[in-house]
């Protein structure tokens, strides 16, 4: 009876779930190899890249070594970190094989223990360059693979499409995480995205699992958005983090300072908020 009246009276997340405390998580006594999880979600503009340069960042903050990988044309990744992707090699260097060693190609951040393989537009053509490829939908994991043993986790921040080049990417993944907005038609795709993770994992990738889905852009003022999260959870139960990233100016704000809002913002919920995904995620056994 006590348990049941504790569980009744304790503070509810915006989940719905009974909010839980994530400790700060040890420190490694060594690091690697990389558990590689891809940051996926077909729909733009739901915060992928936002939750790839904070994520890292806070495990970074927390000690373990990340490589973030920008594998969209779009380069927003690489902007939000501050890093050169205009005549330096890239990523789409790496997968055409004009470079052959990572080691090249990567840039540290600003925030330490945080590295980025940087895109630019030249991406874009990847796609067709190596649709005659043998194994084409290897050729990222071989390039991780060269890397992996230097870091503890590596985020690949995914273009907003299911192409090759996510195919790629999933191919390369032990997880995947989906940043899913608060907002009915990001929602709708979240199914087609799923049932495209298992078709690589039956296909291609049989060690690749479902990490978690990650509510973002979230205003628990709009019942829209109530409504919308209330349904995720419904449908994918404990797949739906116990962490919700709010809407907020100054992510965006932090983007356009080239800054992890840990560093732009340090007093801002979102701060917190990542800080405790990445506790989460740790707890879980996501990462290290």
Sequence with gaps: MATRAAKSSA?????????????VPPKLDRHGPARIISMCNQKGGVGKTTTTINLGAALARYGRRVLAVDFDPQGALSAGLGVAAHDVPTIYDLMLGKVKDPVEVIQPSTTEGLDVIPANIDLS?????LVS????????AGVLRKVADRYDVILIDCQPSLGLLTVNALTASHGVLIPLACEYF?????????????KVRDRLNPSLELD????TMYDPRT????EVLERVVATFDEKVLDTVINRTVKLPDASVAAKPILDYAPENAASEAYLQLARELVLRGTVA
């Excluded at 490829?133 to 990222?140: D, F, G, K, S």
């Excluded at 990001?186 to 298992?198: F, W």
């Excluded at 978690?212 to 509510?215: H, K, R, T």
């Design 11 to 23: 503070k509810l997340g915006p989940t719905g779930r009974p909010e839980r405390f994530y400790p």
């Design 125 to 129: 053509a990847a796609e067709v360059h």
């Design 133 to 140: 490829e043998v194994a084409r939908e290897q050729i990222l």
């Design 186 to 198: 990001a929602l709708r795709g979240v199914a087609l995205l799923i049932e495209t993770v298992e």
């Design 212 to 215: 978690g889905i990650i509510a």
């Design 223 to 226: 019942l829209h958005a109530r």
